[in-house]
């Protein structure tokens, strides 16, 4: 079983319904990790976050840790959202770059 | 303030070569992380360095090594390639080496070996 696993790991929405990508992780964390990865293999942090939630723009991530989920909405989603989502975490005694990460979730967006 | 960069781009090696990826942090930062991404295994952490000393290292054979420089820019080799070595390579820079500093990724170089 994967330490990281995510859900869906495809998703096809129409443009400006609401969207939520779920991790679940079964460490001891102390960060997690949302990151976007375009086609040609740019990956771009979203949000890094320990506890609670987090907002930019149309991007809203959380985090609870007793039950080890977290999930990322986007809401009125739009074609150029079209990218793979990936949930990454920081193992507890992990330093820096000993990231575990999640398969991804492609998403696709219909105009 | 220019971001992370990765070269080359694109590199075709044959089995048994062996190849040297560079990538040069954003300015200032002291921290350089690899990871592999393959689509079998997705993205798998590869090591870490931080004021020249590797900090942590991944689940790889002793083939995959790496370096950092003083001026923080950072090497990993890859010898004796191998097909399964095919991978899009990526860094990612921080600050420091603190696990809630935001980490900036490079464009990656994807290697492909026949």
């Known amino acids: 079983k994967n330490e990281v696993e995510q859900s869906p790991q495809n998703l096809t929405a129409q443009e400006g319904e609401f969207i939520t990508i779920n991790c679940s992780y079964s460490?001891?964390?102390?960060?997690l990790h949302w990151l976007q990865q375009h086609p040609g293999g740019g990956i771009v942090s979203l949000f890094m976050?320990?506890?609670g939630k987090k907002k930019h723009g149309r991007l809203i991530a959380t985090i609870n840790i007793q039950e080890k989920h977290s999930s990322l909405h986007i809401t009125a989603s739009h074609p150029r959202d079209s990218a793979v989502y990936i949930c990454a975490v920081f193992p507890y005694g992990g330093s820096q770059g000993n990231l575990i990460f999640g398969k991804g979730t492609k998403l696709s967006v219909k105009p | 303030k220019a971001g992370v960069t990765q070269t080359p781009r694109y590199l075709i090696k044959t089995r048994g070569q062996q190849v040297t990826l560079s990538c040069s942090p954003i300015?200032?930062?002291?921290?350089v992380s690899w990871y592999q991404q393959t689509p079998g295994q997705g993205l798998q952490f590869l090591f870490e360095?931080?004021?020249?000393?590797?900090?942590n290292k991944g689940n790889f054979p002793g083939r995959f090594s790496g370096r950092q420089f003083s001026n923080s820019r950072s090497e990993m080799n890859v010898s004796t390639l191998e097909l399964g070595d095919s991978a899009l390579y990526l860094c990612a820079s921080s600050l420091v080496h603190k696990v809630m500093d935001e980490q900036y990724f490079g464009p990656g170089t994807r290697l492909t070996v026949t």
């Open positions: 300015s200032g930062h002291r921290s």
């Open positions: 460490v001891g964390i102390s960060a």
């Open positions: 976050l320990s506890s």
């Open positions: 360095y931080f004021s020249e000393t590797q900090r």
